[in-house]
Antibody, heavy 121, light 106 residues
Framework: EAQLVESGGDLVQPGGSLRLSCSAS????????MHWVRQAPGKGLEYVSA????????YYVDSVKGRFTISRDNSQNTLYLQMSSLKTEDTAVYYC??????????????WGQGTLVTVSS | DVLMTQSPSTLSASVGDRVTITCRAS??????LAWYQQKPGKAPNLLIY???SLQSGVPSRFSGSGSGTEFTLTISSLQPDDFATYYC????????FGQGTKVEVK
């Protein structure tokens, strides 16, 4: 059974940096593109970023472009999200998600439990 | 970007009610739509994919329909465990989510 476990969320000041990690197990990690989705407190789901299975292609939503970097280590079955120049509006629970198949866009299952990033002074 | 609009934003219902949530896409997405249920403090859970396919383990009272730009999620007989927030997701062009529909106790 596929499982995703995020870590790295914390309280950080505006302008600061943080790196999130997502440890994957139960499936062939290197065969799947991977994604990050976030949810601000009391708000809906927002798609953030994606990376191809080989790590060469990436996608970012406009609001994080130039500030966030997605990467992966297929030897360690781990997905990362490096966040810099953080803004208060980046405060959210960040979910690591696996697409159903190796297609770039698909339905997401499973989701990790999420990790909370709080940007505040 | 494909904009996904859910209605209503909040729905008040009682146990046993038939509940219908609508999701409209700003352009045709064929059948490339999924539905998720989310409870407070938890990650979303997949209910329906490809507009009408029921995810394994999801109760049969949940069903999905539609194609093109209009989709519905129906709960045939609302159960206590179904009070939650529901989201649609299109994955035809990149991916976007609806704003959510909260099903609350009437």
């Amino acid at each position: 059974e596929a499982q995703l476990v995020e870590s790295g969320g914390d309280l950080v000041q505006p302008g600061g940096s943080l790196r999130l990690s997502c440890s994957a197990s139960g499936f062939t990690f290197s065969s799947y593109p991977m994604h990050w989705v976030r949810q601000a407190p009391g708000k809906g789901l927002e798609y953030v970023s994606a990376i191809s299975s080989n790590g060469i292609s990436t996608y970012y939503v406009d609001s994080v472009k130039g500030r966030f970097t997605i990467s992966r280590d297929n030897s360690q079955n781990t997905l990362y999200l490096q966040m810099s120049s953080l803004k208060t509006e980046d405060t959210a629970v960040y979910y690591c998600v696996k697409p159903h198949s190796s297609s770039w866009y698909n339905w997401f299952d499973p989701w990790g439990q999420g990790t909370l990033v709080t940007v505040s002074s | 970007d494909v904009l996904m609009t859910q209605s209503p934003s909040t729905l008040s219902a009682s146990v046993g009610d038939r509940v219908t949530i609508t999701c409209r896409a700003s352009q045709s997405i064929s059948i490339w739509l999924a539905w998720y249920q989310q409870k407070p403090g938890k990650a979303p859970n997949l209910l329906i994919y490809k507009a009408s396919s029921l995810q394994s383990g999801v109760p049969s009272r949940f069903s999905g329909s539609g194609s093109g730009t209009e989709f519905t999620l129906t709960i045939s007989s609302l159960q206590p465990d179904d009070f939650a927030t529901y989201y649609c997701q299109q994955y035809n062009t990149y991916t976007t989510f609806g704003q959510g529909t909260k099903v609350e106790v009437k």
